[in-house]
T-cell receptor, first 113, second 115 residues
Framework: NAGVTQTPKFQVLKTGQSMTLQCAQD?????MSWYRQDPGMGLRLIHY???????DQGEVPNGYNVSRSTTEDFPLRLLSAAPSQTSVYFC????????????FGDGTRLSIL | AQSVTQLDSHVSVSEGTPVLLRCNYS??????LFWYVQHPNKGLQLLLK??????LVKGINGFEAEFKKSETSFHLTKPSAHMSDAAEYFC?????????????FGTGTQLKVEL
């Protein structure tokens, strides 16, 4: 039982480069989300999706795009990386029914030089 | 709007002594509250959740938390700390509006357990 799988685990980019962080879950969860974790700030919601074809912005969406073409996958795209996007990124999924606990991946550690 | 305040950024205890991690929340709704734990270089794992049932909630690994509406608190406790409890702990409130499970995280409490 894989749960939530994030790839890659580590990545170093140069300013201005683009990349996609992958997230896949095998629990048939409707709700998926992306967070970034920065020291002393907890986790902040970037984007979320309540089902295939439906996405919405969270607290800190600027500089990031998402899409949800299947229930299983929810990739996060950085269009033009900036040093301020250096962070640890977590993908999470849960059943859509409110107040369900979320299942987190192990994170992607991203450095932008 | 909702928010969570974790009152201590670092807590240090000796092995075998009680643990208290403090959390206060603010919510316009009847909140759902969670505690998650994060071990180094790992994702977050659910410890326990409160969803308007019993106010004393028991979780995994001997942790429990008590919901106190009058104090807007949801403190996490454990009677006896173990070395394996050393990790970062997050208090989280869930936003039931707009569909889905949008979470607001506290800034975390780093728990250190010493011999």
């Amino acid at each position: 039982n894989a749960g939530v799988t994030q790839t890659p685990k580590f990545q170093v980019l140069k300013t201005g480069q683009s990349m996609t962080l992958q997230c896949a879950q095998d629990m048939n969860h409707e709700y998926m989300s992306w967070y970034r974790q920065d020291p002393g700030m907890g986790l902040r919601l970037i984007h979320y999706s309540v089902g295939a074809g439906i996405t919405d912005q969270g607290e800190v969406p600027n500089g990031y795009n998402v899409s949800r073409s299947t229930t299983e996958d929810f990739p996060l795209r950085l269009l033009s990386a900036a040093p301020s996007q250096t962070s640890v990124y977590f993908c999470a999924s849960s059943l859509f029914n409110g107040n369900q606990p979320q299942h987190f991946g192990d994170g992607t550690r991203l450095s932008i030089l | 709007a909702q928010s969570v305040t974790q009152l201590d950024s670092h807590v240090s205890v000796s092995e075998g002594t009680p643990v208290l991690l403090r959390c206060n929340y603010s919510s316009s709704y009847s909140p759902s509250l969670f505690w998650y734990v994060q071990h180094p270089n790992k994702g977050l794992q659910l410890l326990l959740k409160y969803t308007s049932a019993a106010t004393l909630v028991k979780g995994i690994n001997g942790f429990e938390a008590e919901f106190k509406k009058s104090e807007t608190s949801f403190h996490l406790t454990k009677p006896s700390a173990h070395m394996s409890d050393a990790a970062e702990y997050f208090c989280v409130v869930s936003d039931p509006t707009g569909g889905g499970n949008k979470l607001t995280f506290g800034t975390g409490t780093q728990l250190k357990v010493e011999l």
